[in-house]
T-cell receptor, first 112, second 117 residues
Framework: RKEVEQDPGPFNVPEGATVAFNCTYS??????FFWYRQDCRKEPKLLMS???SGNEDGRFTAQLNRASQYISLLIRDSKLSDSATYLC?????????????FGTGTSLTVIP | NAGVTQTPKFQVLKTGQSMTLQCAQD?????MYWYRQDPGMGLRLIYY???????DKGEVPNGYNVSRLNKREFSLRLESAAPSQTSVYFC????????????????FGDGTRLSIL
């Protein structure tokens, strides 16, 4: 079983739509969770960390459900510039030598 | 505000040639990583270094070696390049080691695009 699993999409949504991505992780002892954004053939960039209480940054909301072992990312009022691949990232715990586990990414295209 | 710097940005090699990809970070991070990303696939960890003086294999270490030269620098070497190693290589770094450092993300360099003919 993969450490982190994501629906690859693609998600094609009109401008202004709300879209949500989910990601599941296998290690219940996982400590840290992140969403990254990756534009075509460029480096992944941190979009936001995911905290236990959930967190919001403008149009973006991230949530963590430890009981069901998934994290989610909600994008409201989608912009054309939101088109990218969104990567779910989990950092299990210190004992794993600080490895980070990446999902394969969910592709989003926002259509005019 | 350099962050993570990778060199070179592009390279074309012939099969059997060797080369070293360089990575340096100026954020005083103790953990560094090398990934490869192939078209349509996710990031795959090649090697990582949790702290200066240690290195460990990741998911796809065969055909590669690494050196953690000092806290700032972590290099990746291809001893005898093969076409299957054509890929985009990303270096990353993060802070690691104490409870107060939980939720510290990785920071990436902008990649080395390597083609092996």
């Amino acid at each position: 079983r993969k450490e982190v699993e994501q629906d690859p999409g693609p998600f094609n949504v009109p401008e202004g739509a709300t879209v949500a991505f989910n990601c599941t992780y296998s290690n219940s002892a996982s400590q840290s969770f992140f969403w990254y954004r990756q534009d075509c053939r460029k480096e992944p960039k941190l979009l936001m960390s995911v905290y236990s209480s959930g967190n919001e940054d403008g149009r973006f909301t991230a949530q963590l459900n430890r009981a069901s072992q998934y994290i989610s990312l909600l994008i409201r009022d989608s912009k054309l510039s939101d088109s990218a691949t969104y990567l779910c990232v989990v950092n299990p715990k210190k004992d794993t030598g600080n490895q980070f586990y990446f999902g394969t990414g969910t592709s989003l295209t926002v259509i005019p | 505000n350099a962050g993570v710097t990778q060199t070179p940005k592009f390279q074309v090699l012939k099969t059997g040639q060797s080369m070293t990809l360089q990575c340096a970070q100026d954020m005083n991070h103790n953990s560094m990583y090398w990934y490869r990303q192939d078209p349509g696939m996710g990031l795959r960890l090649i090697y990582y270094s949790a702290s200066e003086g240690t290195t460990d294999k990741g998911e796809v270490p065969n055909g590669y070696n690494v050196s953690r030269l000092n806290k700032r620098e972590f290099s990746l070497r291809l001893e005898s390049a093969a076409p299957s190693q054509t890929s985009v290589y990303f270096c990353a770094s993060s802070l690691f080691g104490a409870e107060t450092y939980s939720n510290q993300p990785q920071h990436f360099g902008d990649g080395t695009r390597l083609s092996i003919l």
